[in-house]
């Protein structure tokens, strides 16, 4: 399955001071009971590799939880990891997909 949208990102664990590339995917909301309720997979490829199946009660809701459910794993994963942009060296505070207010700061 292809995501639909998704962002790389460089980590550096702050334990071993390896470097890697990371991947924030979301991919196309999908139906679960003939459009009754929609589910949204988050994936984060790069650092033990993990999947979030968001549901929601139509498209737009499952795919709006999958986003924010990846700003939450990144929010966590700052703890051991230093996330740049491919581009940058300064460190990044969020992933800049949601606005401030909507990320809880």
């Given at each position: 399955?292809?995501?639909?949208?998704?962002?790389?990102?460089?980590?550096?664990?702050?334990?071993?001071?390896?470097?890697?590339?990371v991947?924030?995917?979301?991919?196309?909301?999908?139906?679960?009971?003939?459009?009754?309720?929609?589910?949204?997979?988050?994936?984060i490829?790069?650092?033990?590799?993990?999947?979030?199946?968001?549901?929601?009660?139509?498209?737009?809701?499952?795919?709006?939880?999958?986003?924010?459910?990846?700003?939450q794993?990144?929010?966590?994963?700052k703890k051991?990891?230093?996330?740049?942009?491919?581009?940058?060296?300064?460190?990044?505070?969020?992933?800049?997909?949601?606005?401030?207010?909507l990320?809880?700061?």
């Amino acid at each position: 399955m292809k995501p639909i949208a998704s962002r790389k990102v460089f980590a550096f664990d702050m334990k071993t001071g390896q470097t890697r590339e990371v991947t924030f995917e979301v991919h196309a909301p999908r139906s679960a009971d003939d459009g009754k309720n929609y589910f949204c997979l988050a994936r984060i490829v790069g650092i033990e590799d993990e999947e979030h199946d968001t549901g929601g009660v139509d498209s737009i809701q499952a795919l709006l939880l999958a986003v924010f459910r990846l700003q939450q794993r990144f929010d966590e994963l700052k703890k051991v990891f230093a996330f740049r942009w491919p581009d940058k060296d300064t460190a990044m505070d969020s992933l800049d997909f949601l606005p401030g207010e909507l990320r809880g700061r």
